[in-house]
């Protein structure tokens, strides 16, 4: 199953994708990613900040408070994740921090200004 062009990827697919295809949705993630090191809120009147932390794999969660703060809302509120996207993945979730992580990963490449991602202690370079 190949990876698809739109993003943010949805995440019952990915664990049907084959490695190539992993791949290859990463080398279209990747250059839409954020290029700065440090996080810059500009403020913006009116608007959110959710955090949401330590998510390990449970994509079902991240993406259940994403939908509900995020992608449903019309406007300028911004989602904040603090890393520890993957390990410790929840009982029943198999592949649960490769299909986090890439779905993070994509949700960011498409909203970079709304959704950012830190990177946590669970994360290496």
Known sequence: MRPPNDLPLDPLSIPALAETDVLEALDRILPALPGRAL??????????AWVLGDTHGDW???KAL???RILRREGRDRAILLGDYVDR???GLPQGSLVNA???LSLNAALPGRV??????????
């Open 39 to 48: 996080l810059d809120l500009p403020e913006v009147p009116g608007a959110r």
């Open 116 to 125: 950012h991602l830190l990177r946590g202690n669970h994360e290496t370079q």
């Open 89 to 91: 993945t929840p009982a």
């Open 66 to 68: 994403l939908d509900e």
């Open 60 to 62: 079902p969660t991240a």
């Open 102 to 104: 890439l779905y993070l």
